[in-house]
């Protein structure tokens, strides 16, 4: 398998499966990947996430990629049973179902009180696992975000327009929803136990890319403690990416629906820990 990727100066993390230590405790962590033809990516982004210091199990939710993702993944279940998790679907039925099935697999399995999301290609460094993780279980935060858009406009390889196209939409989201979040589509992100048991997740309603803005628009009206953490959010450079116009367009159009929906409505204040 073709790793060069790995040798990016940006990604410090060691991806080999070979190098896997292994660990004397349950993790604490899950880090959730949803997939479709992730063939080339799959093994190192699992490996990188094995190799982490602070011990992180991994759920793949794999789409029935006809490339063989999910077989790849079975065969590094075997060699890392209990750290290494699967859930296959029978066909693309849209990244939020998929994380909210993985949100509700973290939920019966009591030893997972932080539960992450992240991309399958390195678009986001998984270095940048263990400060999601700081934030929430050092410094106490009930959600923390992998920001592109915090400091700056952190975004490498992206063309211009996509970079445009998403940086304002996440300024027209914040705008329109009165979230303090500069980066309200991000997709690697850490929620607590603690969150995931108190939101709704049957009724999240978004299944694509606006499905980010309704869980943290969701979390924010619930109270909880909400942190950006800034990252550089790197371009695939293996695969094909699944992001699309209409994508950004549910973004933009669904966020007016999710803000007039919540007018009125009564919240639980969860800003108080117990």
Same mark, same amino acid.
Request: glycine share 8%; proline share 5%; aromatic share 12%.
């Given at each position: 398998?073709?790793?060069?990727?790995?040798?990016?100066?940006?990604? %410090?993390? @060691?991806?080999?499966?070979?190098?896997?230590?292994?660990?004397?405790?349950?993790?604490?962590?899950?880090?959730?990947?949803? !997939?479709? =033809?992730?063939?080339? =990516?799959?093994?190192?982004?699992?490996?990188?996430?094995?190799?982490?210091?602070?011990?992180?199990?991994?759920?793949?939710? #794999? #789409?029935?990629?006809? #490339?063989? !993702?999910?077989?790849?993944?079975?065969?590094?279940?075997?060699?890392?049973?209990?750290?290494?998790?699967?859930?296959?679907?029978?066909?693309?039925?849209? $990244? +939020? %179902?998929?994380? *909210?099935?993985?949100?509700?697999?973290? $939920?019966?399995?009591? /030893?997972?009180?932080?539960?992450?999301?992240?991309?399958?290609?390195?678009?986001? =460094?998984?270095?940048?696992?263990?400060?999601?993780?700081?934030?929430?279980?050092?410094?106490?935060?009930?959600?923390?975000?992998?920001?592109?858009?915090?400091? +700056?406009?952190?975004?490498?390889?992206?063309?211009?327009?996509?970079?445009?196209?998403?940086?304002?939409?996440?300024?027209?989201?914040?705008?329109?929803?009165?979230?303090?979040?500069?980066?309200?589509?991000?997709?690697?992100?850490?929620?607590?136990?603690?969150?995931?048991?108190?939101?709704?997740?049957?009724?999240?309603?978004?299944?694509?890319?606006?499905? /980010?803005?309704?869980?943290?628009?969701?979390?924010?009206?619930?109270?909880?403690?909400?942190? @950006?953490?800034? *990252?550089?959010?790197? =371009?695939?450079?293996?695969?094909?990416?699944?992001?699309? +116009?209409?994508?950004?367009?549910?973004?933009?159009? +669904?966020?007016?629906?999710?803000?007039?929906?919540?007018?009125?409505?009564?919240?639980?204040?969860?800003?108080?820990?117990?």
């Amino acid at each position: 398998m073709d790793t060069s990727f790995v040798n990016n100066p940006l990604i %410090t993390v @060691e991806c080999s499966l070979d190098k896997v230590k292994p660990s004397a405790e349950p993790s604490d962590c899950l880090v959730i990947i949803p !997939t479709y =033809n992730e063939k080339e =990516n799959v093994e190192a982004i699992i490996g990188a996430v094995l190799n982490l210091p602070h011990p992180m199990d991994v759920l793949i939710i #794999d #789409d029935n990629s006809p #490339d063989g !993702t999910a077989s790849i993944v079975k065969d590094i279940m075997a060699r890392f049973p209990g750290r290494v998790h699967l859930l296959e679907r029978e066909g693309k039925l849209g $990244l +939020g %179902t998929a994380y *909210i099935a993985g949100f509700k697999w973290a $939920l019966a399995h009591d /030893q997972y009180g932080y539960i992450f999301e992240m991309d399958a290609d390195f678009s986001h =460094n998984p270095a940048d696992l263990l400060r999601l993780y700081k934030a929430c279980a050092l410094e106490g935060h009930d959600m923390a975000i992998g920001s592109r858009y915090i400091t +700056g406009v952190n975004v490498v390889n992206w063309p211009m327009g996509r970079v445009m196209m998403s940086y304002y939409a996440s300024k027209y989201v914040r705008f329109i929803t009165g979230m303090p979040i500069h980066d309200t589509t991000a997709g690697f992100c850490c929620y607590t136990r603690r969150v995931l048991k108190a939101l709704p997740l049957d009724n999240i309603r978004f299944k694509g890319y606006a499905f /980010q803005i309704e869980m943290k628009f969701t979390t924010f009206k619930y109270g909880f403690s909400i942190k @950006e953490v800034p *990252i550089i959010f790197i =371009n695939r450079l293996l695969g094909t990416s699944k992001m699309s +116009g209409s994508i950004f367009s549910e973004a933009v159009f +669904g966020v007016i629906k999710l803000k007039t929906s919540s007018w009125g409505k009564k919240y639980p204040d969860y800003s108080k820990k117990d």
